[in-house]
């Protein structure tokens, strides 16, 4: 027997309170990016702020998401919240592709390519790696908590 909190999600159709819980996770990461902007940077090129930023969201994304889908003890309604508010909400708010491509283009704009292209690469090698890291940890999270149930 299903709950009504469990009935199946349509990504096709819109809802109110799954906009309220996006934009709630959002203003939640978004408050996070700008508390890691104040970061003390390493050089002018490295925006620390910026990097810790992608690196938490592609960390958290990647295990939330990992461990949502190895979590069939959560009924798909409420993963489907939990995805929204924290996935695309929380983690969307915290990582800024936009930012990173203006510091990026700044820094090569001053005729310093080498140092534009290394934290490019840095940030994207980092990122792949903790995304890799993340669905592993999420996915022996879940299978973990499946054994104790």
Known sequence: ????TDKPFSPSSFHASSLLLVAAGGAAGTGLRYALG????FS???YTGTFAAN????????LLSSYLAGAPWIGERRRERISRTL?????GGLST???LMVEVFTTGRDLHFWSAALYLLATFAAGLGLAWVGGRCGSRLAAWRQVRQ
């Open 87 to 91: 996935g695309m909400g929380v983690c």
């Open 1 to 4: 027997m299903t709950s009504t």
């Open 55 to 62: 690196m938490l969201a592609c960390l958290a994304y990647c």
């Open 97 to 99: 592709m936009s930012t």
């Open 38 to 41: 104040g970061l003390r940077s």
């Open 44 to 46: 002018w090129y490295f």
